[in-house]
């Protein structure tokens, strides 16, 4: 499947992005199980961070992407 990157595309896959992490954090990371434990905070912490380094790898791309399309 190729599909043709558009400007929707970033901000769609931000939105989809915060969405996981909004999730992560309230329904994993308060879980009391999560808070008890550090080695599983560690691990949902990581992913968590994980998720959010590409959130602002995708922010970034859509300003590469605009630059190299003249969109603004």
Do not use: C, S
Request: net charge negative; aromatic share 10%.
């Amino acid at each position: 499947m190729d599909n043709e990157i558009n400007k929707g595309h970033f901000l769609e896959l931000m939105d989809r992005l915060h969405i996981v992490m909004m999730n992560i954090d309230y329904f994993v990371g308060n879980h009391p199980l999560t808070e008890k434990h550090p080695d599983i905070m560690e691990k949902v912490e990581t992913a968590f961070t994980q998720l959010w380094d590409a959130y602002q790898l995708v922010g970034q791309k859509e300003d590469e992407y605009e630059n190299e399309n003249n969109t603004h």
